[in-house]
Structures are given as C-alpha cells and as structure tokens.
C-alpha cells in the first residue's frame, strides 16, 4: 500500500508497506480524503521537536475520512462499504498515536473497532470531501464549547485558518448571535466573509474600533470598548492574551485553542478587577464529533468552500508547502483517487 513515512524535516517518505493484517475483532479501511493540519506543516518545517508527537520514520497524518473495505468476523454494526470517521484518540488503540494514524496513508488497520468509538458512521448528508474536516472541526467546537457560549451573545475569534472558522461557526451553531473573524490575510477572510461572518483585517484596521462597529459598546477597567463576550484565540500570536486584556469587556472570557510553546505574560490584576476568565482547550471529545456531524449535516454552512486547493497524494510534500501558504491557501485536502 502507498504509505507516507515522516523522516524529520522537509523530508516525507513516498512509501510502499505491506497492507495490513485484518484481525477478527479490526477492519481495515481505504482513506477518500485527509486534510493537512497545522501541526503537519509544522512538524515539516521545523522538525518533530515543536512539541507535536508525529515519530521519525513513522506514518503520519490525522484529519481523515475512510470507506470500510475489510470487517474482522466478531465486528458488529461494521459494513464493507460503510463511510467512517477514524477517531484520532482511539483508531489505533493509542491516544499517543492521535495525530499519526496514517491519515497520509492508503489503508488504516483499526484495531478492535467500534462504533461511536474507534470510528464514527458519515451520514450521506455530508460530502465525502467536507468530512475530511471533521477533525479540526471537533477541535474548533470543543474550543466554543469552552466558553461556555449563551444564546444571543457575540463573539471574536482570531485566526481565519480551519479551526478559527470551525469555532466560529460551532458558536452559531450554539446561539451566538454576532461573530467576528479577525486575521491579517485577505485571501482567508473573503473566503470567510462569503460564510457570512463579521470580519477584521488587524493589520490594516484597528481591531477595537471595528469591534464597536460590529457589536456596540461596553466597558471595561481602560474605558469604552466592545460588546463582546467571547474571544477564542485560534491564531497563536503572542500579543493575542494582551489585546484581550487591553479590550475584553468586563466578565468576557478568552479561549485558547492555538497551539504555542512557551510562556506568555498575564496582567493577574487586570484580570481580577475585569472578571476576565482565560480558559485553555484542547483535543476534542465524543459529544464534539456528534455536534459536527449535526453541524455539517444541516447544510448552513458551505463548508466546503473553505477548501482551497486538492493534490493526489504523490503530490504530498507540495501539499504541504501549499498548505503554509496562508495568503493563497486555506484548507489543503489529498483525495486518494486523484491522479
């Protein structure tokens, strides 16, 4: 089978492995499409030291959907032919394999398979090409979900990549009523726009001021600023945690999703005297898979218009590249049976 190996940085492996063994209670299934993640285009650039947990000389790649092409004899509720979700967390018995589990592989091999656990059945609602975006949009609802959201309330998430536009759209989904996506690249918020968000270009328009604009006013310990209840940092800039102390109104609350090492300075009493909450999240869990499928199921969102460009899978390191590219590019998918 093609298997794509990981050999540290700028440096993937076009592979040929022997396919899998299908045990009694396994089933082996044939990925349609798997989209690249950040953390796959970090550990390509930088090597597997960014905090990441992808093995050198392993097979990588997460974000994925599959067809069931083998179901071991004792497997119940499992049909050849079935679409499936593979559940990072569990499809390889690993929670320590969640972002390697072969998404950039021909065949997955999932090992005591489930439903509902090890993998999760696509309703025929959803694209097979929109699925391959359910994993980072389990990570972006569970970055809503996190914020506690209340029907009505309004909402900035920075960072217009695919878990930005994720939660944005999760807190639609959860009631919010405005929402706000903030980032630097053009290219990015008019695809955003097009969704029918609120959106800010911070390097070229002050966030603060747009923020009035968008939701009215509110007030905070500095003065006049935004009526917004809700900021998810799904960017990762270093300056985002200031920006929100500096704006956030009283009793608003910041969701941190991005992930980035290191430490970042918190002003403790402006937070105390603002009622600020900070609040991290990361991964996803069961009740997060079943809001997506319900999320993309509903047909609300175009969300597949967030996919920019599509490669066959000989093609991968270019993926990649292409996926870095944040003014040209959005979400970059492989589709197994493109040539």
């Not at 998404?103 to 993998?119: D, M």
């Not at 309330?153 to 920075?158: D, G, I, L, P, S």
């Not at 009215?216 to 960017?235: L, Q, R």
Request: contains cysteine.
């Amino acid at each position: 089978m093609k298997a794509a190996l990981y050999q540290g940085k700028r440096n993937i492996e076009l592979a040929d492995l022997p396919y899998p063994e299908c045990g009694e209670n396994d089933i082996i299934v044939k990925n349609l499409y798997a989209s690249i993640c950040g953390t796959d285009v970090a550990v390509y650039n930088h090597g597997s030291n960014t905090g990441h947990k992808v093995t050198v000389g392993g097979e990588f790649g997460h974000e994925v959907v599959s067809k069931v092409v083998q179901v071991g004899k004792n497997v119940k509720e499992i049909s050849v032919g079935d679409r499936v979700y593979p559940y990072p967390l569990l499809a390889k018995g690993d929670t320590k394999r969640a972002g390697t589990i072969g998404g950039f592989s021909e065949y997955i091999l999932i090992p005591n398979a489930e439903i509902n656990k090890q993998v999760y059945l696509v309703p025929q609602t959803i694209s097979s090409k929109t699925a391959s975006l359910i994993e980072p949009f389990t990570v972006g609802t569970r970055a809503a979900r996190r914020s506690e959201p209340k029907k009505g309330e309004n909402a900035v998430v920075f960072g217009a990549g695919t878990i930005g536009i994720a939660a944005a759209i999760a807190l639609k989904h959860f009631g919010s009523n405005k929402v706000m996506i903030v980032d630097i690249s053009d290219f990015r918020l008019n695809i955003v726009r097009k969704l029918g968000f609120e959106i800010c270009n911070s390097a070229a328009e002050n966030l603060q001021e747009k923020a009035i604009t968008v939701f009215g006013e509110a007030v905070n310990i500095h003065g006049k600023t935004a009526n917004a209840d809700i900021y998810i940092d799904a960017a990762g800039a270093e300056e985002l945690i200031e920006t929100y102390q500096t704006m956030g109104k009283i009793g608003s609350r910041l969701v941190v999703v991005a992930v980035r090492a290191g430490l970042r300075p918190i002003n403790v009493l402006d937070m105390t005297y603002s009622q600020h909450a900070i609040i991290g999240s990361g991964g996803y869990f069961p009740e997060d898979v079943h809001d997506v499928l319900d999320i993309m199921s509903s047909g609300k969102w175009d969300i597949e218009s967030i996919i920019t460009d599509v490669f066959p899978w000989e093609k991968l390191p270019q993926a990649i590249e292409r996926a870095a590219d944040v003014n040209n590019a959005l979400n970059v998918v492989i589709d197994y049976d493109l040539v």
